[in-house]
């Protein structure tokens, strides 16, 4: 077998789970939408049937003031039961196991009601939470219980009770956000007693065999937060409760380390859990950036954890399992952490999906069946787009010819995987490229497609996904070969000298940025990012944090923009700050409400607030956004077959990869 330990089953004493993959939570925005359950039933029965061995929900309150939202999903009474039989229904079938994740939002409830240990508002929510009277904690852990004994009734295999990420149980655990003189705060005992009632409660209202799995806080990454001796106590206790398993929360939502980006290394934490392990006897799960097989065997066969928790992988591919286990991992779509159309969704309070998979959450929506009329189809562009676009329709029978101009597949996503922290993007293209082989898409590399060929062969329906190229500016000096655009400088084509202005903040400006000031990606060297970060694997401190330690600054860099707003305003919003931080790591100096004037021997000009200066630069980047690569629409429109424009071509303004996949996806289930 070719991944025998991630795939060995695990026994529960009472229950068996078949392999050591745990789905891990993630709220999918379904749980509220209007017959959302259903889809929520047929998005987790395709994971189960996908082979993981365990699943676990995104998180339901077990009563009101837990809601992280208003309008969010709660377990609370027999009437609510109904919808989540579905689910279960759907997984069981499907020969799957799931639990049901058990989550109070404590200070992080966006609501006015929302209620904490102590009344203190948190940095990343607006409102400041009530104070719970001694007889609100006695409450809201009836409410734990008798929540769980709902999800059995639900019949779900078992509860997670979401212990980590700074949430309810956290912010009762450690003295940043306990300051309570009762029973429940004061000493690290009395702190430590909430979770321990309520796993105590829960294990007495449901009985022996259903599982408790404990998401506890091995590492807060914020100061004040659990030591590491407190840490192992706590899993002690938990064990003596009642807990089955133990899954590993790194990180408070309000810590300012990343966790789970794309930037941070695979399997970046599991030496957390590793630690853990060698004072319990109960499994432990791994969690945080793991999102291959070859990862997660690592983590298993070298005793790390007993499991590995994956969530997003399984937005990217449902089969994940199913495809380690025919030894075909090459075939696995794999997640890139880039949070686009997941986490970024979430708080955008839409549906999540996934860059890399637009079907994700869309099962019963986005279907590739069988076309009616198979037809012969012309692609002009192997970007994310085309890529899509071919493997899709090839996917429903049709016959598709892919037309790539250069000599690879991958489009821009060959200039982003050059970016250090894009590394996984490369997993993209390989994933692409592996299925157009398998769906027989015939691919013509070095091959620009224009009318003529579309004459010479029979084709029923172009379509022109042929992408964008960068806005060029048109200014005095900027003829000079000093000033050069972004792709010139990722495609190795000039050198770049010591002093470097960027003119555009955008995505692509920041990530130049990062290219010209970072000597090697610290994405890939696992302790000089720690370092980085200041994480301490020695656990020295409470919360596991240190000095950061900053790479030597070998570059000046000045990063400009014509707005007045914030500097990476438009980034994504669960990853903007670390782009952010990262610059500011490297020292670079970034400018608003600048004006261009001219470039010359003296370097850049420009005014900012009507003040004129010279940056003293040796090269001038281009970063300031694409136009469409639209010339040959009306020689494509003129060959009289229909033509179908999708992704950067179609409109280049805020296209990214989100937007070009799902387009390509979306055309072909038209055709
Ligand atoms: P393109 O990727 O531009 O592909 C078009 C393809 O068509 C090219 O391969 C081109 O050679 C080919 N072509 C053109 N004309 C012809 C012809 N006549 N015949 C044959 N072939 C032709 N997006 C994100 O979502 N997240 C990110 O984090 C991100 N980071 C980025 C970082 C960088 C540095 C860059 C440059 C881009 C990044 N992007 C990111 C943007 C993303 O890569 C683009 O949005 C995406 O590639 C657009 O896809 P597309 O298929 O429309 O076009
Ligand atoms: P962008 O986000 O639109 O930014 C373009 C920048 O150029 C802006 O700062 C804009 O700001 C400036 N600009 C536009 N026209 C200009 C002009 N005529 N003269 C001078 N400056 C001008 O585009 P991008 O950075 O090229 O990124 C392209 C797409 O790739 C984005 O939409 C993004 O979604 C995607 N991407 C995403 C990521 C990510 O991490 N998620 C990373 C990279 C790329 P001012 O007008 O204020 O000067
Ligand atoms: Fe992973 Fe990005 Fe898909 Fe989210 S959107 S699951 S981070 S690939």
């Known amino acids: ?360 959450c869309y099962e019963t929506e986005l279907n590739f069946t069988p076309a009616q009329t198979k037809k012969r189809i012309a692609v002009m562009g192997a970007g994310p787009a085309g890529m899509a676009f071919s493997i899709y329709a090839a996917t429903r029978g049709h016959e598709v010819v892919l037309f790539e101009a250069k000599s690879e597949v991958g489009g821009q996503f060959n200039l982003a995987r050059k970016i250090p922290g894009k590394e996984e993007f490369d997993e993209t293209i390989r994933y692409f490229l592996n299925q157009i082989k398998l769906h027989k898409v015939e691919l013509r590399l070095n091959t620009r497609l224009d009318a003529s060929v579309v004459r010479d062969e029979k084709f029923d329906e172009i379509v022109m996904s042929s992408g964008v190229k960068p806005r060029a500016i048109d200014l005095p000096g900027f003829d000079n070969p000093k000033v050069v655009d972004y792709q010139k400088v990722l495609n190795g084509e000039v050198s770049i000298g010591k002093k470097v202005a960027l003119i555009g903040a955008g995505g692509i400006g920041f990530d130049i940025a990062h290219y010209l000031c970072e000597s090697e990606s610290s994405t890939l060297d696992l302790n000089r990012w720690l370092k980085q970060w200041g994480i301490d694997k020695d656990y020295k401190e409470a919360g596991g944090l240190t000095a950061p330690v900053p790479e030597e600054k070998h570059r000046e860099v000045y990063l400009l923009q014509r707005k007045t707003t914030k500097i990476g305003k438009g980034l994504g919003k669960t990853t903007g700050w670390i782009h952010r931080t990262v610059l500011k790591q490297h020292q670079v100096m970034t400018k608003v409400g600048v004006s261009y004037d001219r470039f010359d021997e003296q370097g850049l000009h420009i005014s900012v607030d009507g003040k004129a200066e010279v940056l003293d630069v040796d090269n001038v980047i281009l970063c300031a956004g694409q136009v469409s690569n639209t010339e040959l629409v009306d020689e494509m429109k003129s060959t009289g077959l229909p033509v179908h424009l999708i992704g950067g071509v179609d409109v280049a303004a805020e296209l990214d990869a989100k937007r070009a996949i799902r387009q390509g996806a979306e055309l072909a289930i038209t055709l």
Not at 210 to 234: A, C, H, Y
Not at 335 to 351: E, M, P, S, V, Y
């Open 1 to 360: 077998m070719s991944f025998p330990h991630l795939l060995e089953p695990l026994d529960l004493g009472f229950t068996q789970l078949k392999n050591r993959v745990l789905m891990g939570s993630m709220h999918t925005g379904l749980e509220e939408e209007k017959g959302g359950f259903e889809k929520l039933a047929a998005f987790y029965k395709e994971r189960a049937l996908g082979g993981v061995g365990l699943i676990v929900t995104g998180g339901i309150s077990p009563n009101l003031r837990g809601r992280l939202a208003p309008n969010a999903c709660q377990l609370s009474f027999p009437w609510q039961v109904k919808k989540h039989t579905k689910v279960t229904q759907a997984v069981h079938e499907a020969g799957g196991k799931i639990c049901m994740q058990l989550l109070h939002a404590g200070r992080y409830g966006y609501h006015p009601f929302s209620s904490a240990p102590s009344k203190i508002k948190s940095p990343i929510t607006p409102f400041t939470p009530s104070a719970m009277s001694a007889r609100q904690v006695n409450g809201t852990i009836k409410d734990y219980a008798s929540s769980a004994a709902l999800a059995k009734k639900a019949g779900y295999d078992g509860v997670e009770v979401m212990g980590s990420e700074g949430y309810l149980i956290n912010q009762f655990i450690s003295s940043r956000t306990n300051k309570r003189d009762d029973k429940w705060g004061g000493e690290f005992k009395n702190r430590a007693q909430f979770p321990i009632e309520i796993v105590k409660s829960i294990r007495e209202k449901v009985g022996k065999d259903f599982i408790i799995i404990f998401r506890l806080s091995m590492l807060d990454l914020v100061d004040n937060g659990s030591t590491w001796e407190e840490v192992v106590q706590l899993a002690k206790w938990l064990e003596q409760a009642g807990v089955t398993i133990i899954n590993t929360g790194i990180g408070w939502h309000e810590a300012r380390v990343p966790t789970i980006s794309t930037s941070v290394p695979r399997g970046a934490f599991a030496w957390v859990t590793e630690r853990l392990k060698q004072e319990m006897s109960i499994p432990l799960v791994a969690t945080n950036r793991i999102n291959t097989p070859e990862i997660a065997e690592h983590i298993i066969s070298s005793g790390q954890a007993d499991m590995v928790s994956m969530a997003r992988p399984f937005l990217a591919d449902a089969d994940f399992v199913n495809k380690a286990a025919a030894n075909t991992p090459e075939l696995i779509n794999t997640c890139i952490g880039c949070n686009q159309a997941c986490l970024d969704h979430t708080f955008a309070l839409k549906r999540a999906t996934c860059l890399v998979n637009p079907r994700a």
